[in-house]
């Protein structure tokens, strides 16, 4: 049973930073695709970034440069570090998971499996981050 807890949102001023986490259990990262999501308010729910079972990454444009993801596969957590935060990053934050294929006996999940919100079967329950400025 995939489980997915995020942690870590709060409210910063503008140019601050935060760490968002997402605890994980029942799954194995190689064979899943992990995204961070996020939702505003009267807005659709939008990639912020999506990492491959490979460690292959893809940052939306808004935020490329500032957040940076990585997995502790130990902790089986994944962080999504934000820099630089402005304004316009003011929403729900959520962790997904998206399960890869089976190819020859071997997982795997590339980027261009898990694309938009409708390609991950699995959510956490948000965590909300606010930037004033």
């Known amino acids: 049973q995939v489980q997915l807890v995020e942690s870590g949102g709060g409210s910063v001023q503008a140019g601050g930073s935060l760490r968002l986490s997402c605890a994980t259990s029942?799954?194995?990262?190689?064979?899943?695709?992990m995204g961070w999501f996020r939702q505003a308010p009267g807005k659709e729910r939008e990639e912020v970034v999506v990492?491959?079972?490979?460690?292959?990454?893809r940052y939306a444009d808004a935020v490329q440069g500032r957040f940076t993801v990585s997995q502790d596969n130990a902790k089986m957590t994944l962080y999504l570090k934000m820099n630089s935060l402005k304004p316009d990053d003011t929403a729900m934050y959520y962790c997904?998971?998206?399960?890869?294929?089976?190819?020859?006996?071997?997982?795997?999940?590339?980027?261009?499996?898990?694309?938009?919100?409708?390609?991950?079967?699995?959510w956490g329950q948000g965590t909300q981050v606010t930037v004033s400025s």
């Open positions: 990492i491959s079972g490979d460690g292959a990454t």
């Open positions: 029942g799954l194995t990262y190689s064979m899943y695709c």
């Open positions: 997904a998971a998206a399960l890869g294929i089976l190819t020859r006996g071997l997982w795997s999940c590339p980027l261009a499996l898990a694309r938009g919100a409708n390609a991950f079967g699995y």
